[in-house]
């Protein structure tokens, strides 16, 4: 069993930054693949980073150089600083257990958090 809790959410300016964290409850934390995922209203959910159990990153196109996606699988936490952030980023972010072939999620979520960027 794994537990997801994201925060950092919140508004901020195109242009500005922040960063979200996501607490995870479990054993089973380190051996995962984590990702995050962003819905904005009316679309689909989709693949923003994902991280491997060693640290190896992944990127969407729309987020690199932007986004840096890390881990501390001794605190069992996954993080994403997001930098020159730009309003169509605004949507709710999720963490969720990822399969690394596909990059779609592996069942577990979190309940997400809100990210707000105005223009």
């Known amino acids: 069993q794994l537990q997801l809790v994201e925060s950092g959410g919140g508004l901020v300016q195109a242009g500005g930054s922040l960063r979200l964290s996501c607490a995870a409850s479990?054993?089973?934390?380190?051996?995962?693949?984590m990702g995050w995922y962003r819905q904005a209203p009316g679309k689909e959910r989709n693949v923003v980073a994902a991280?491997?159990?060693?640290?190896?990153?992944y990127y969407a196109d729309s987020v690199k150089g932007r986004f840096t996606n890390s881990r501390d699988n001794s605190k069992n936490t996954l993080y994403l600083q997001m930098s020159s952030l730009k309003p169509e980023g605004t949507a709710m972010y999720y963490c969720?257990?990822?399969?690394?072939?596909?990059?779609?999620?592996?069942?577990?979520w979190g309940q997400g958090t809100q990210v707000t960027v105005s223009s």
């Open positions: 479990g054993t089973i934390f380190s051996k995962n693949v």
């Open positions: 969720a257990t990822t399969r690394l072939a596909t990059m779609t999620p592996s069942g577990y």
């Open positions: 991280i491997s159990s060693g640290g190896t990153t």
